[in-house]
């Protein structure tokens, strides 16, 4: 069997000294989508936040390995250059700073030295992933994020996502409140990721967005530790019944 692009084991994670992540352990192979549900607190956030490495969420024990190599060692830049992404709802403001100098540094700091692309190659490619995915042109000189609505920092996040195409990209809710047009562009960027280069992590707290991403595991977060694994038929069922007939730990003979 192939290596997992990532591979949590037995991670734990604390915010102030209080322990929110509680042994999480899951192994993702490229062209596959995990969908992570958890009613509020079960820690889906801390741990993607924890994986990225904010210096708020302390990682007190565990592995989480990024294409064999130790996440857990390497700063904040050499996890984005490594190809970890993280798309969350409210993403810092950048006044000054167009969205397309700054995907350009972006995209060319994680090609490395001596292979980044020359200003109007890079435009021509921003311009074409922003068609491709029905996105407002006008966003490639618009300051990064600033006076942006919610859909329009998620779209940026997506686009940002699509330019840079990470080995695992984690989406940290961002479908909450979401109109239906930004959650097309969502899933059609995920959709082509689907490849076995890269993989897809998508926190989230209903099913919206996963009726069109068609995620091949379904993951319940509960006490900061997955209770139940399944398929699409899992989040049917806690988008019907919620989150309390899910057995913490799960009976012997349950989905594990």
Known sequence: MAQPLLQICDL??????????????????GGEVH??????????????????????????SGKALLDGKNLLKMTVDERARAGLFLATQDPAEM???SN???????VNAKRGDGNGLPVLQFHRHLMTKIKE????????????????????????EILQMALLK???????????GQDIDTLKIVAKAVQEMRTPEQGIVA???????????????????????????????????????GYDWIDDPPREGSST
């Open 35 to 60: 969908a992570v549900m958890g009613p509020n607190g079960a820690g889906k956030s801390a741990f993607a936040q924890a994986l990225m490495g904010h210096p708020r969420y302390v990682v007190t």
């Open 100 to 106: 397309a100098n700054f995907m350009r540094l972006a």
């Open 166 to 176: 990470p080995r695992i990209a984690i989406l940290d809710e961002i479908d909450a």
């Open 95 to 97: 006044a000054g700073v």
């Open 133 to 156: 995915l029905g996105i407002d042109p006008t966003f490639a000189e618009r300051y990064l994020n600033e006076g942006f609505s919610g859909g329009e920092k998620v779209r940026n």
């Open 12 to 29: 734990h994670v604390s915010v102030a000294g209080t322990p929110i992540v509680q042994g999480l352990s899951v192994a993702i192979q």
């Open 203 to 241: 926190i989230t707290q209903g099913t919206r967005l996963l009726e069109s991403i068609a995620p091949t595991h379904v993951h319940v977060l509960r006490g900061g530790r997955i209770v139940r694994t399944g398929g699409k038929q899992l989040a049917l069922q806690v988008e019907q019944n």
